[in-house]
């Protein structure tokens, strides 16, 4: 893999990743022995990403979780699980490409693989549609998640969208409708569903395939109502406010953790996902594994009740013990 | 995810509306243009006598026009939005709740309770789009949930009238998670067989409308609603196309398939009457 493209508050790792290059080819025109200068900076430039990485903000890490070069899902497909074998259409209308659904195996256990898949250049992208699903992909999830119902195979869901598609044809075909659909039969599947949002979790659209037993979001993910440019544009009648917009929406994985929206924080490696797809795979795949070894355990009822519950808890409002009217 | 500030024709907050009018008397309706008198309106629930133009209804109008007079008992009337994300944008979340609890009367967006239809006990609740564009934070999505609970421990029908700019993205993630708790409230209540019919009016969108108002075991629409996902706006930015005519609007998703039938608000409660009488309790 190449050098991932440096995001703006890489800045000082590429500048000092550009002096030890110079500090080499120093040494190298002057036959000259720098070796312990160039264990200096190579020392110097891991502080300083770790330093980096240890401190980021919100909007800095809605960019990591943009990173064009982030493994995607199906990145983590072909390294997390074996026997992966793609399962097209809706049996509706079309095969959503944004969507990509499929069976595979993860360790010993088969299982229902539901993704989003972004593109990493502009003809990929035109093919997964940016990632955006339209109806049709909805409703190929449920489709799928229904086939592993009835064969008793667990359901785990890759999440990584922008949102779902605003366009003509999706509300044409009801992407609310698809959404709204999925969410209450996610709650009745009576099969373990387990998700991770590995990059983008945008809004409805990744709610859309993200109820679940437990949910897992990867260190530099976020999950977010409304993305920080359109929370900017309404709040401050401009786009330019997206960073703060990010810190005030609290949509980082360790906001989330806070508010018990997300179940498990799963790390990446030193400097971002986007630096090392196979450690990355490796810290998602075994945390995929353990947990569905866990929930694979639990009876099928006492599971459906515990997912009920802990959506049922969510949200915070004041109650003060004596009401006005009666209570339900 | 809150598309509208204000409804895109008409509706959403008559009782703004009157104020902006001299003595408060009068008003033009945006249907036809002619001058309608507050009284004929107030008759007439809301709608044009000479275009049948549906002017909004707050949700205690609504729920006086289709509950038996005097059944309606109020449920979880204490609950109140809290700023647990300590919103800071131009305005916080804490202004914007008190100035829409000042200018509706109301504690958040939804009225929620119990009463009679024609005799028949039901659940019930209501979005209120003039506050704060009945967008859905903890508060909505709560009420909601107990209300449809309550349903479903009482073997009642659920009926749900929405309105609604979308999820309160002053509340963040946890409004996006009231479309799965509200869901799965309906999920149970349909596992018990019982009926759930959705009301949609002017405009109802986004996160509400990719939650419970999809979810109805009979979808009704107010005419001429404005019902869709996406924002019109978003929509054209993003495909660079026109829309088509009519579009995200009642008529238009009849067309397409999504709303059972569109009911003109004077026949409401005795479509829903009979709807409910029809499918009537399943046997358990
Ligand atoms: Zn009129």
Redesign the pocket.
Known sequence: MKEPQPLDFEKPIVELQRRLQEIREHSDEHALDFDSEVEAMEAKIEITRREIYDNLNAWQRVQIARHVQRPFALDYVERCFTNWNELHGDRLFGDDKAMPCGIAMLGEHRCIVITNQKGRNTKENVLRNFGCAHPEGYRKALRLMQLGEKFHLPVISLIDTPGAYPGIGSEERHIAEAIAVNLREMMKLRVPILAAVIGEGGSGGALGIGVADHVMILENAYYSVISPEACSAILWKDRRHAAEAAEALKLTAQDLMRLNVVDEIVSEPDGGAHRAHEKAAEILGRALHSNLERLLKIPINQLLKKRYEKFRRLGNFAEPPKGNGATG | MAIFKKPPTGGGGGRKRRSDIPEGLFQK??????V?HEIELTENQRV??????HFSQSAKERIESLLDPGSFVEMDASLHSVDSLRFQGMATYKDRLKKYQESTGLIDAVLSGYGTLEGIRVAIAVMDFAFLAATMGSVVGERITRAIEYATTERIPIIIISASGGARMYEGMLSLMQMAKTSGALARHGEARLPYISILTNPTTAGVMASYASLGDIIVAEPKSMIGFAGPRVIKETTHQDLPKGFQTAEFLEEHGLIDQIVHRRKLRPKIAEFLRFLGPAAA
Do not use: F, S
């Open positions: 309706c945006p249907g036809c243009n002619e309608v044009c006598p000479h275009c049948d133009y």
